[in-house]
């Protein structure tokens, strides 16, 4: 069977949903969260359930979820990566007759896996560290007005993301030709596959948000950076530049308050969704399907997208 995609902003419940359909399908979940690749970030990434040993796999609920807990806090991952690796997936699921939901709020993975990405240049070694040097010699600031001026959308776009600002302008380096420019070249679509999204009323979704930050920091967030830096991972590694640990960071640095610490995960989870939002409804094969308090149950949105399915 195709593969279904079930998209969505944060806290919409697309792992509820995607587990209920794999109950449904015979199915196996296949993340698309650029957070959720990171082992021991547990908490921060909202992750559900436990690495399986025996399964090579995080299972929540009994089903299976692939490419998370995948690398280490210090280590990249690509959208093309993801793309390369979904497929090595679903062709193994498909052997043995189940289903492949792909689930998450990555846009980028998404589409690198439906529609296919530009073969960017590979990332250079020399190019790469002259940039990180220069991003903790000058800070982002600097970086960000270097790639504002050669290539002004993907400054736009990654104001605050250390790690693709570095790559936009690595590419640029390497090529004279804008990230973004890159991006626009896309290959023909190669995958047949089915979309489906997750669609809350946004003050409703700010609410869950707002409440989900109060859960994680009751849970043990603060503890789980501590536990990382003390593991050696440094304060800029990229599973660290994640939406709530660069606030806690400031917090452990002594630089914010944990109020405020707290406030900056609600708030840049909230900028998350809506920037989420705006990639997705630029996609017009995505089948919305309307949720709200307090009838979200992801039995009855599973039941509808096996109906959608024909199935």
């Known amino acids: 069977m195709f593969p279904i995609i079930i998209a969505g902003p944060t806290a919409s419940g697309k792992t509820a949903v995607s587990r209920a359909l794999a109950q449904r399908l015979n199915g196996e979940i296949i993340s698309a969260d650029s957070r959720q690749v990171y082992k021991y970030l547990d908490i921060g990434t909202n992750k559900e359930g436990a690495w399986d040993p025996g399964k090579g796999c995080r299972v929540t609920g009994g089903i299976c979820q692939h490419l998370t807990d995948i690398i280490e806090p210090s280590e990249t991952f690509s959208a093309g990566e993801f793309a390369r690796r979904a497929r090595e997936i679903?062709?193994?699921?498909?052997?043995?007759?189940?289903?492949?939901?792909?689930?998450g709020g990555?846009?980028?993975?998404?589409?690198?896996?439906?529609?296919?990405?530009?073969?960017?240049?590979?990332?250079?070694?020399?190019?790469?560290?002259?940039?990180?040097?220069?991003?903790?010699?000058?800070?982002?600031?600097?970086?960000?007005?270097?790639?504002?001026?050669?290539?002004?959308?993907?400054?736009?776009?990654?104001?605050s993301n250390p790690q693709r600002i570095t790559r936009a302008l690595e590419v640029y380096r390497l090529t004279g030709i804008p990230i973004s420019q890159w991006h626009r070249n896309v290959a023909p679509r190669r995958e047949n596959c089915r979309q489906f999204g997750i669609l809350w009323p946004r003050g409703e979704l700010n609410e869950i948000i707002a409440e989900r930050s109060k859960t994680m920091f009751a849970s043990g967030?603060?503890?789980?950076?501590?536990?990382?830096?003390?593991?050696?991972?440094?304060?800029?590694?990229?599973?660290?530049?994640?939406?709530?640990?660069?606030?806690?960071?400031?917090?452990?640095?002594?630089?914010?308050?944990?109020?405020?610490?707290?406030?900056?995960?609600?708030?840049?989870?909230?900028?998350?969704?809506?920037?989420?939002?705006?990639?997705?409804?630029?996609?017009?094969?995505?089948?919305?399907?309307?949720t709200a308090k307090p009838q979200f149950d992801p039995d009855i949105i599973a039941d509808k997208i096996v109906k959608e399915l024909g199935i």
């Open 90 to 103: 679903i062709a193994l699921l498909s052997e043995r007759g189940r289903t492949s939901i792909i689930t």
């Open 106 to 159: 990555t846009g980028l993975y998404i589409k690198a896996f439906v529609d296919g990405l530009s073969p960017l240049p590979a990332s250079d070694p020399a190019v790469r560290s002259a940039l990180i040097s220069e991003l903790k010699t000058h800070g982002l600031e600097y970086l960000y007005n270097q790639l504002a001026a050669v290539d002004p959308e993907a400054a736009q776009k990654n104001k």
């Open 221 to 290: 967030m603060i503890e789980e950076t501590k536990n990382a830096l003390a593991r050696g991972y440094a304060k800029d590694a990229p599973g660290l530049q994640g939406i709530g640990y660069r606030s806690i960071i400031r917090f452990l640095d002594g630089t914010a308050t944990r109020e405020e610490a707290q406030t900056g995960l609600s708030l840049d989870t909230r900028h998350y969704a809506k920037r989420q939002m705006t990639w997705f409804k630029k996609d017009t094969r995505i089948r919305w399907i309307e």
